[in-house]
């Protein structure tokens, strides 16, 4: 096996260098039929496949496999799916309020039992010949905010008589009287909970602790926790062999299964998922299902978008067969005869969303016509990716080795990137650490939420669409000016949906699996809890984030504003290291405050020759307030933003630093905005000496590819398998520096201007929270920007058709 991969690792190599790396965009792939994911990753999903809701993340199998259950728990419309795993049809669905991954069938299959997620309430479908009926409810609790709850994995005793549900809010495990209906016991635990699985004589019930290292051991006749078992991080899914005697456990943020003797509570062995040797977090082991046989082990790696396949008979020395291709980001697997089942969470495809989020326009034959944006929320890049089932006929030898080949073929990590990233001699980005860069300080100013054609769809230099343009050189000179002069890159996009992973992502190049599984639920108004930025342990990423490489590697760093403010942070590493004058977001203040709390505080770091090796810096006022009355309009907003990055530049480039120093400027995410080309795109800049003039780059660039910049600058090492399989913008690069200084152009637009308040969109803003990123609905915000920009009455453009592969489902939602 291992020469095997040796040789497809070779062969992928050099298809690779023989295809080119820039030629490519999100989108399929003509020639190879691959999908490209705007992160640069591939998809060509093995078997076939039905659309299901956004985000699937559990599916069960009925005791008698006559159903398959599922349910969908993303940011849009979360449902219940039941399915005939036979016949490959959906049987029975339902929509449901507040769910979240919990899933259990009753022995008899009369009861299909569901998490109710922050409502605190288990629900409990009854099955009429086939058909999900109305929900009875269980109640744990008041639903949050009053208490916090949610419970998560849920199983059921052989004789019906018990629910036992875990929590992840209150870390406590609920055992439930299913004929009272009524809560028996409630035990904390240690850890919030992911998933629980009773042991053959269900006399113990093992739990994954979520965001530690550990499963607990919790015993159902005495109501306590009797034993805790240190598997690795972030264990999340969990499986048991027949006999009980073997305990299956996904680790995340390990890429591992660790392989555990129930007698003993001993880990026997643990199993690495990824597709290399590497200790890089990026796997996201987070499925498990046996063969009937029990031989084989499939193993779901949701940011692989593959399965992993093993040999498990040999208990102790268990062997890797290969991969199988899945959709984007898998969720969970699960085998029935000799077919596997595969939740895709992300679905089949990025796409572009040029509708959305604004004002709702369908051509149709009687002409154009504004609706209330059901069609804008369908193309709202938190709900835009509606996942699949992939229905996999189990592959023999031969057919596993084309699967493998195919994964190989898909992935654009490897360890050779590892140790020395794509680039060429002479350039000023280094090739891996240890190597030396004339540039000595990097700036990394992380700005809020704008597209690509938002911004600068104006330039007729790149590839935009000006009827999406609502920000353009009139409100935004200085990043037109930047783009122009320097580098203009119209094919970047970012790793992430939304601000809570895109914060993550902009900072570690990686958002763990609790982020991206619980951030739908918090921007679907579904209550929950967030601390995304350095807050809450479990969110964070196993090594941390960029600050902690940096402390490791001896480099100084200074935050802005980012994960913390005005000197404080909740982040340990981050401690010391906060601007003390900087605010972080606060939509009150203007982003020229945040430009004269960064100067005061760098003329003083270089008054005693303390500039900082890295500094992490917060300009965010392109979020805007939408048209909340008094408030800085959207107009203002965003040229108060621009205003301050051009101020940043000019205050940079007078000073003796200047000369070995570059500015990295990219939104954290692309939510708030439509863009023609993919969800993802978004505006990003890079200044310096070094950094090419007048120059217009189509290559395609991630957030992933601006931090493995930045490492190489600073001789740190990749953070994940993402940063390590982006290219570095060693093409934005030349090896003459420059060292003209920036002259800012002064604002066009009245950066006092507030709103009125005496439209209709103004009142809609007034009952949205603006005290904190993220928590206006992204939907109706975006749509009363446009309004201000264009007009209250405007109408959007004619809807555009991408090319990219769209789910049959999304096909007939646009057709209806």
């Known amino acids: 096996m291992k020469q095997l991969m040796q040789k497809i690792s ?52 009925s005791p008698s496999e006559k159903y398959l259950a599922i349910t969908n728990n993303g940011q849009s419309t979360q449902s219940l799916q039941l399915i005939d795993p036979k016949q490959e049809k959906v049987l029975s669905e339902k929509t449901l309020g507040v769910a979240w991954y919990g899933l259990a069938f009753s022995p008899d299959e009369k009861d299909l039992y569901v998490s109710g997620g922050n409502s605190n309430v288990i629900l409990d479908f009854a099955i009429n ?12 609790g008041d639903a949050w905010p009053k208490t916090k709850i949610c419970p998560t994995g849920i199983t059921v005793t052989k004789d019906g008589s018990k629910l036992y549900a875990v929590t992840k809010e209150d870390n406590s495990v609920y055992t439930i009287d299913l004929k009272s209906k009524q809560v028996i016991n409630a035990t904390h635990l240690p850890d919030i909970a992911y998933s629980c699985i009773l042991s053959p004589d269900e006399k113990s019930l093992y739990i994954s602790l979520w965001g530690g290292t550990q499963v607990a051991i919790f015993n159902t006749e005495s109501q306590e926790i009797t034993g805790n078992i240190e598997v690795g991080s972030h264990p999340n899914e969990l499986l048991l062999n027949k006999k009980g005697s073997l305990l299956y456990v996904a680790n995340a943020n390990d890429n591992t299964v660790s392989v555990v003797n129930t007698a003993t509570g001993k880990v026997l062995e643990t199993l690495s998922t990824a597709l290399y040797p590497t200790n890089l977090t990026g796997s996201t082991t987070n499925g498990l299902a046996l063969s009937d046989n029990e031989k084989t082990l499939y193993i779901a790696n949701a940011d692989n978008n593959c399965l992993a396949v093993f040999d498990v008979s040999a208990t102790g020395n268990s062997k890797s067969m290969g991969f199988i291709p899945v959709g984007w980001y898998p969720t969970n697997v699960k085998v029935l005869d000799n077919k596997i089942f595969v939740t895709n969470g992300k679905g089949l495809t990025s796409m572009a969303n040029p509708q959305g989020p604004q004002p709702y326009v369908k051509e149709d034959n009687s002409g154009v016509h504004m609706g209330s944006t059901p069609n804008s929320r ?26 493998t080949k195919q994964v190989y073929a898909n992935t654009p990590f490897n360890n050779d990137k590892v140790a020395a990233a794509p680039g060429e001699a002479g350039n000023p980005i280094p ?20 597209t690509y054609d938002q911004v600068l769809g104006d330039m007729k230099k790149g590839n935009g669409d000006n009827s999406l343009c609502i920000f353009g050189d009139k409100i935004t000179p200085n990043q037109h000016s930047l783009a122009e002069n320097f580098v203009l890159m119209d094919n970047f996009y970012v790793d992430a949906e939304v601000s ?19 951030w739908p639920t918090t921007y679907g108004n579904r209550g929950g809890s967030t601390g995304f930025e ?29 994960f913390g403010e005005y000197g404080k942070t909740s982040y340990k590493t981050l401690k010391g290291h906060m601007a003390p004058a900087s605010p972080g977001f606060d939509l009150d203040v203007t982003d020229q405050v945040r430009y004269e709390a960064w100067a005061h505080d760098f003329d003083s770091l270089l008054a005693v020759n303390a500039v900082p090796q890295l500094s992490t810096m917060r300009v965010s006022n392109d979020h805007t307030s939408g048209q909340r009355k008094g408030k800085i309009s959207p107009i203002a907003a965003v040229a108060d933003n621009d205003l301050a990055v051009g101020r940043i530049i000019e205050h940079l480039s007078q000073s003796p630093i200047w000369k070995e120093s570059v500015v990295f400027i990219l939104e954290d995410d692309a939510q708030n905005g439509p863009d023609h080309i993919d969800a993802h795109r978004s505006p990003v800049y890079v200044v310096g000496p070094y950094v090419k003039r007048n120059t217009v780059v189509h290559s395609m660039y991630s957030t992933s590819g601006v931090l493995r910049t930045i490492e190489l600058i600073l001789g740190l090492p990749p953070m994940s398998q993402y940063d390590a399989a982006a290219m570095p913008m060693y093409e934005c690069f030349t090896a003459t520096p420059n060292l003209a200084p920036y002259k800012v152009i ?7 201007q507030r709103n009125a308040g005496n439209t209709k969109s103004a009142k809609r803003s007034e009952a949205w929270n603006f005290k904190k990123e993220d928590s206006a609905p992204d939907l109706d915000l975006n749509e009363v920007i446009w309004k201000s920009v264009k007009g209250e009455n405007s109408v959007m453009p004619s809807p555009k058709r991408s090319a990219f592969v769209l789910l049959e489902k999304k096909k007939k939602d646009d057709d209806d």
């Open 10 to 61: 070779l062969a992928c190599c050099l298809l690779a260098a023989a295809q080119g790396t820039f030629a490519q965009t999100p989108g399929k792939d003509k020639t190879t039929g691959q999908v490209i994911l705007p992160n640069g990753w591939k998809i060509s999903p093995a078997g076939r496949s039905l659309p299901l809701g956004d985000l699937p993340l559990n599916m069960k199998i």
């Open 129 to 140: 010949k086939g058909k999900l009926q109305d929900p009875d409810t269980i109640r744990l």
């Open 378 to 403: 369908l193309q709202y890049i938190a709900g835009l990716f509606k996942g699949s089932l992939s229905m996999i006929d189990a592959p023999n030898a031969d057919q596993l080795k084309v699967y």
């Open 431 to 450: 090739r891996k650490p240890g190597d030396k860069s004339p540039i000595k300080h990097v700036f990394y100013i992380i700005k809020e939420n704008r």
């Open 500 to 518: 809570a992973d895109g914060h993550n992502w902009s900072m570690a190049a990686y958002a763990t699996d609790v982020v991206e599984k619980t």
């Open 534 to 562: 350095g807050v809450l342990k479990q969110n964070f990423p196993r090594d941390g984030y960029i600050w902690d490489y940096c402390q490791r590697a001896g480099v100084s760093f200074r935050s802005y504003g980012e």
């Open 746 to 752: 002064p604002a066009r637009v009245d950066l006092n």
